[in-house]
């Protein structure tokens, strides 16, 4: 976690999810970081094992490494509530830099680009729940696995789900003697 702490780190690892990279691949998907922070923090991060190296091959008399994220699977079950904090706190870091540096890309249309961000309120059972998550991940899963194309654009979609209390009352659980009104928008 502590490696991660940095958004340009956290920023690489988006970048790799699903797919191999290249130190100056990398460097271009990030262009308002220098190249030679790039290289650093791609080197802190194979160091501390979060991302390995694919392949390598020679150009010109160099190496050229390709790299992915680690193979390895992090069990939840071991995770503390401190861990899952810290780990929120970091996606949402890298959601805020992902997000500053489209805005501080020169002519950007977030209305054109069809950005948005919206949260909902819903009150599920596990069940539901469950069938939510499972319906989101049909939606999702085979979309992961999409190559780029000249009429694809790299899009970030973060899903977070969690319970929130009832502002209103401090509860997470409904009032069953109190009739719920339906909200309108979003």
């Known amino acids: 976690m502590e490696l991660l702490a940095h958004p340009v780190r956290m920023r690489i690892v988006h970048a790799l999810r699903g797919r191999e990279l290249t130190t100056g691949r990398l460097a271009?998907?990030?262009?308002?970081?220098?190249?030679?922070?790039?290289?650093?923090?791609?080197?802190?991060?194979?160091?501390?094992?979060?991302?390995?190296?694919?392949?390598?091959?020679r150009?010109?008399?160099?190496?050229?490494?390709?790299?992915?994220l680690h193979q390895a699977t992090?069990?939840?079950?071991?995770?503390?509530?401190?861990?899952?904090?810290?780990?929120?706190d970091l996606a949402l870091a890298t959601l805020l830099a992902e997000f500053t540096a489209y805005l501080d890309r020169g002519g950007v249309d977030p209305t054109a680009d069809l950005v948005g961000f919206r949260q909902h309120a819903v009150w599920l059972s596990r069940d539901e729940l469950e069938a939510l998550i499972s319906d989101l991940r049909k939606v999702i899963v085979p979309r992961l696995a999409q190559e780029p194309t000249a009429?694809?654009?790299?899009?970030?979609?973060?899903?977070?789900?969690?319970?929130?209390?009832?502002?209103?009352?401090?509860?997470?659980?409904?009032?069953?003697?109190?009739?719920?009104?339906?909200?309108?928008?979003?």
Do not use: C, W
């Open 74 to 88: 992090i069990d939840t079950e071991d995770l503390t509530t401190e861990d899952y904090r810290r780990g929120f």
């Open 151 to 186: 009429d694809r654009r790299r899009y970030l979609l973060s899903p977070i789900l969690f319970p929130a209390e009832d502002a209103a009352a401090g509860r997470s659980e409904p009032d069953p003697e109190k009739p719920r009104v339906p909200r309108s928008g979003n």
């Open 28 to 57: 271009e998907l990030l262009p308002d970081v220098s190249k030679a922070m790039v290289y650093r923090h791609v080197e802190a991060l194979a160091g501390g094992g979060v991302i390995e190296v694919a392949q390598e091959r």
């Open 59 to 68: 150009v010109r008399g160099a190496v050229e490494r390709t790299y992915r």
